[in-house]
Nanobody, 124 residues
Framework: QVLLVESGGGLVQAGGSLRLSCVAS????????MGWFRQAPGKEREFVAAINRGGGRTYYADAVKGRFTIARDNAKNTVYLQMNSLKPEDTAVYYCAADDSPFVRTASDRYDYWGQGTQVTVSS
């Protein structure tokens, strides 16, 4: 069992920045690829970014490429999502997830464990 706890969400104006954190506990963090997903009201959950076990490989959704950066610190059991140049359409609940795989994957049904989510609201 892996417990994931997100933090760092909040209200920010368009063009601003936020950094989300997700702390893992329970099993060896470095055994898991990590991903960030988001879900806006009335919409399906969508992939945002993912990073492999060692942190050397990342992948981004086109909607956030160039604005968001995913990173991890295995010594701190933490994955981050740095979000810059935020837009109102980035408003959503953001979830981190853990995938017991050596690959970087975008499909939510591949992920084994999920956090409770943190709300990000971007005002125009």
């Amino acid at each position: 069992q892996v417990l994931l706890v997100e933090s760092g969400g909040g209200l920010v104006q368009a063009g601003g920045s936020l950094r989300l954190s997700c702390v893992a506990s329970g099993r060896t963090f470095s055994n898991y690829a990590m991903g960030w997903f988001r879900q806006a009201p009335g919409k399906e959950r969508e992939f945002v970014a993912a990073i492999n076990r060692g942190g050397g490989r990342t992948y981004y959704a086109d909607a956030v490429k160039g604005r968001f950066t995913i990173a991890r610190d295995n010594a701190k059991n933490t994955v981050y999502l740095q979000m810059n140049s935020l837009k109102p359409e980035d408003t959503a609940v953001y979830y981190c997830a853990a995938d017991d795989s050596p690959f970087v994957r975008t499909a939510s049904d591949r992920y084994d464990y999920w956090g409770q989510g943190t709300q990000v609201t971007v005002s125009s």
